[in-house]
DNA sequence: GACCAGATTGTCT
DNA sequence: GACAATCTGGTCA
């Protein structure tokens, strides 16, 4: 399902409230799927549809970053749900996570990948790609596609504008009925790779990857 | 399409 | 010193 917003429709969307991420971190991961991610620049507004997710939880997940305590990197997880953690990979791609759960329990919910919305041609500039696919299609594209930086990290999305944050996620228009959830990418053996944390639009030509194969499935209503 | 190697640097042990 | 919540471009089928 393919759609984009006009001009006006991008500038009158609204940030979600703290309340939204105050919830379990599998619940918000799961609404998540669905909802728009907004930034608003001098240059454009780029907005994006999330149709893949994935939670890392502070019990019982050993891949989550703060699984061995609070170091100056994973700060930013045990402060006030609705914070944008945002760290650095492999020297040289960003991930975008929105924290949950009440301060000081270091959740978040990994952004991995989102359909065009807006600002589609700000998106192709800056990855310096044309296909529409190549631009939102994992969390380090989505980041470079929505002109995310390290900047960006410990801002408060749930109030853009303030401390020159514009980066939120709206409402889903049109949220799906179900949510896919399979296991998450990326994790080496004994880092929770069996763990069902990632969620998916399903059928979604957008997400980053298939469900890895042999993989377990679940559907769940949002 | 599947699989593989290389890029490149902050973080943690 | 090893590794990492990745991407890209190559090869082979």
Redesign the pocket.
């Known amino acids: 399902m393919d759609w984009s917003l006009t001009r006006p429709e991008a500038e009158a969307l609204r940030p979600l409230p703290r309340d939204f991420y105050l919830r379990p971190t599998r619940q918000v991961a799961r609404e998540l799927v669905g909802c728009l991610l907004v930034h608003r620049t001098a240059q454009a507004t780029i907005v994006g549809e999330l149709v893949e997710t994935?939670a890392?939880l502070c019990e019982g997940d050993p891949?989550?970053?703060a699984a061995?305590?609070r170091?100056?990197?994973?700060d930013p997880?045990f402060g006030p749900p609705g914070t944008i953690?945002v760290?650095?990979?492999?020297?040289?791609?960003l991930?975008i996570?929105l924290v949950t759960a009440p301060e000081g329990v270091p959740e978040?919910v990994?952004l991995?990948a989102a359909m065009p919305a807006a600002g589609i041609e700000e998106m192709r500039r800056r990855?310096g790609?044309e296909r529409l696919k190549?631009l939102c299609?994992?969390?380090?594209?989505?980041a470079e596609a929505f002109g995310v930086t390290l900047e960006h990290n410990r801002r408060d999305t749930t109030r853009p504008g303030l401390a020159g944050g514009d980066l939120f996620v709206a409402r889903a228009p049109d949220p799906p009925v179900e949510v896919a959830v399979t296991t998450?990418?990326?994790?080496?053996r004994g880092?929770g790779e069996e763990l069902l944390l990632r969620y998916l639009m399903p059928g979604s030509p957008w997400v980053?990857r298939p469900p890895r194969?042999g993989a377990p499935v679940e559907f769940e209503r949002r």
């Not at 299609?137 to 989505?142: D, E, I």
């Not at 998450?184 to 080496?188: E, V």
């Open positions: 994935e890392y891949g989550c970053h061995r305590g170091t100056e990197r994973n997880m953690y760290y650095q990979i492999y020297g040289m791609h991930c996570n978040a990994l991995r990855r790609r190549d299609s994992g969390p380090a594209k989505l998450r990418i990326g994790l080496a880092r980053s194969a």
